[in-house]
């Protein structure tokens, strides 16, 4: 693994302004800064329109902010770049490619020797846990499968942070929790980087050594919590760390944070 | 009208049998055995095979019955053929009244026909008998009046047909048919027509198979069978690949760029609705009415569908696979040939599929209007001569030949684009 010390995050003073086509704007991102620590994993929660998805849309480099900027391993972010690993909700493979080329697709982009991606590939099969699945085609998988796969093909670019956007949202209550124990195994494994947007509070607690929770209009960060539980739920079973009294306790400030925003919004519509 | 009242009743008798035969037993299987909602649901409503058995059965009895086929055992009643005679009374100028009998003599198109023989009755009187030979299907005039005595006089007239009263204009009918006398006074015999179809206007099945046999071993108007289909397939193929070769690149070039866009967006949206048919008179002036013609039509035909599916081909591709590919490292290049390309794939054969329907249809009419060789141009040319065998058996296998392009396509589809459909 590459060293990874001096790849810090950083997220400076990002705003982000859309103009609509009648000419009123919204501000979906205002003043934001972050310091991310290369292996740290963040999860950002928050009522819809807190910009939550802009946020991580700027850090990949698909959108230019409109003041301040995003930096990493000291290079301005002006674009997407494979340091820079995108793990989205779903839809995001290409179905004309079996597991194995969805997978090596980066590393193929990049010309690295086929050998070398066959190793690679067959290695992260392995740890996602579909060596059996690698010929088959995409649309033969399960919603989990396909997304065990966007991790691994996210993966075998060895980027220094990946990022995830919503990615457990479509997947059923099972497969999502298991999902939940591969993302930290994963994360505890390469020791990456993670930002991983929810709308979960309970997977923003489970998979958050830092959550981050914003507020909407203008979208900004409202709180951040340290959180042991990912720690926890890398040693044990992520139904012991539900089970925990702090859990109980965080999940019910973070959801009544939550619910005072949605009422303030629904109150200022009327 | 006859016919659709028969195959009506046939519908409904074969519904009533099946449904007395299987009643609440009609054997549905898998999923729907136990769906006790079905009206409604559209996925519990399958093709019946025993319906889609009789259907075609159907087809091919009431084609054969109604034209006399040796394939169907049952056929409706033909034209009448063979001897028959009626009586006439002749009126002359002194008022003397006399009968006379004419013998007829009714064969089909084609034979050989002899007079008949009058019987060897004395007949004495100034009318008198006369014979003639009509064939079916037609009226023939008998001038009954011509041998008789005294007919040159003024007032001499055919005043009645066996025994029923007839002026000018009027019909009587006869045991084996209908008389018509003419304003002139000359009388026209129709013998019945059954009600099978003449093969000028319906063959035989049968008929038609021989002729298809006969055509495919030697050719018509001196071009085989092969020669006019391969003609017709040579130039769809060509328009097509032509249409695809300048389509698909105009198609991806709309989807990716705004100047593109703007600029082929009023073409295309003007030329996609008119359809292929009405350019034919311009591209004749332009092009003349040989290959060249023909061709740039079909590529007409073609191009606008080809652009059209492949723009949409392009701007389908769903926005998180072509982020996913640039933060996986990917170039434009290879964005474009990795993920946009394969992504279009299903709805460009979408639109070949269409586009190869439109082709074999514009083809077949094109010929029609102007060509040397080609289906379209045997079918119009046979029918210039009544060959209805030909013409039916012509639009059998153009139909024949559009179902195996579209199946031949769809064949390529699920092993060309096996992912179509199944995406998110």
Redesign the interface.
């Known amino acids: 693994m590459r060293d990874q010390t001096d790849s810090t995050l950083h997220i400076d003073n990002v705003s982000m302004t859309f103009t609509l086509p009648n000419g009123t704007s919204i501000e979906a991102l205002k003043d934001v800064s972050l310091e991310l620590k290369a292996g740290e994993l963040l999860s950002v929660l928050g009522p819809s329109g807190c910009g939550k998805s802009t946020l991580l849309n700027i850090v990949a480099g698909f959108l230019a902010p409109t003041d301040g900027q995003v930096i990493l391993n000291n290079n301005k972010v002006t674009g997407p770049h494979s340091e820079r690993g995108m793990v989205f909700q779903q839809g995001a493979l290409f179905e004309w490619m079996s597991v194995r080329k969805n997978i090596g697709f980066g590393l193929r982009m990049r010309n690295v020797p086929k050998s070398e991606i066959r190793e690679k590939v067959d290695e992260l099969l392995e740890i996602v846990g579909l060596h059996e699945f690698g010929d088959k085609a995409i649309y033969e998988l399960s919603g989990g499968m396909q997304q065990r796969v966007a991790l691994a093909r996210c993966l075998a670019n060895d980027p220094d942070v990946i990022l995830m956007d919503e990615p457990l949202g479509a997947l059923d209550a099972l497969t999502r929790e298991k999902m939940q124990g591969l993302v930290l195994k994963l994360w505890k494994g390469t020791g990456k980087t993670i930002v991983l947007i929810t709308h979960s509070v309970e997977e923003a607690l489970l998979l958050g050594e830092r959550l981050l929770v914003m507020a909407p209009r203008p979208g900004r960060i409202h709180k951040e919590y340290k959180l042991p539980f990912a720690e926890m739920g890398v040693a044990a079973d992520l139904r012991e760390v539900k089970k925990h009294k702090d859990y109980a306790a965080k999940r019910e400030e973070i959801l009544s944070i939550i619910w005072e925003m949605e009422e303030e919004i629904m109150g200022r519509k009327e | 009208m006859l016919v659709l009242t028969i195959y009506i009743a046939i519908f409904v008798s074969a519904y009533f049998i099946y449904a007395f035969a299987y009643g609440n037993k009609a054997p549905k299987r898998g999923f729907n055995a136990n769906k006790t909602i079905t009206f409604g649901d559209e996925s519990a409503v399958t093709s019946n095979r025993t319906a889609s058995v009789i259907s075609v059965i159907t087809i091919f009895t009431i084609w054969g019955a109604f034209t006399g086929s040796s394939l169907v055992p049952l056929h409706v009643p033909g034209p009448f053929t063979g001897d028959t005679s009626f009586t006439y009374t002749a009126t002359n100028a002194d008022n003397q009244q006399d009968d006379a009998v004419v013998y007829v003599r009714v064969g089909l198109v084609g034979e050989e026909i002899e007079d008949p023989v009058a019987p060897d009755v004395a007949n004495p009187g100034f009318a008198i008998d006369d014979v003639a030979t009509i064939r079916a299907w037609r009226s023939g005039l008998i001038k009954v009046r011509k041998n008789d005595f005294g007919s040159d006089a003024e007032g001499y007239v055919v005043s009645a047909i066996d025994g029923q009263p007839i002026v000018p204009n009027q019909t009587v009918s006869v045991v084996d048919g209908q008389i018509r006398m003419t304003g002139k006074g000359t009388l026209s015999f129709e013998p019945n027509q059954g009600w099978q179809m003449e093969a000028i206007w319906l063959p035989a099945p049968e008929a038609i198979v021989k002729r298809l046999i006969e055509i495919s071993r030697d050719g018509y108007q001196n071009v085989t069978l092969s020669e006019n289909i391969g003609w017709s397939l040579f130039r769809v193929v060509t328009g097509f690949l032509l249409g695809s070769l300048v389509g698909i690149p105009l198609g991806y070039a709309m989807g990716l760029n705004d100047w593109f866009r703007g600029w082929f967006d009023p073409i295309v949206e003007f030329m996609r609705p008119i359809p292929p048919l009405a350019l034919i008179p311009l591209v004749i002036i332009w092009f003349g009415i040989w290959e060249q013609g023909k061709i740039s039509l079909l590529f007409l035909a073609a191009l606008w569908i080809m652009t059209i599916s492949s723009r949409a081909g392009v701007s389908g591709v769903?926005i998180?696979?072509v982020?996913?590919?640039?933060?996986?490292?990917?170039?434009k290049r290879?964005v474009l040939l990795?993920?946009i390309v394969?992504?279009s794939?299903p709805e460009i054969f979408t639109g070949a599929r269409v586009a190869m329907g439109v082709c074999w249809g514009t083809v077949v009419a094109a010929e029609l209007v102007a060509a040397e060789k080609g289906a379209g141009k045997m079918i119009i040319a046979a029918s210039k001569f009544q060959q209805t065998d030909i013409v039916i058996m012509g639009i059998i296998l153009i139909g024949v030949i559009g179902f195996s392009i579209d199946i031949l396509m769809r064949y390529a589809e699920r092993k060309l684009?096996?992912?179509k459909g199944?995406?998110?």
């Open positions: 769903s998180s696979k982020h996913a590919a640039y933060s996986l490292g990917a170039s290879q990795h993920v394969p992504n794939l684009v096996p992912w199944k995406s998110d």
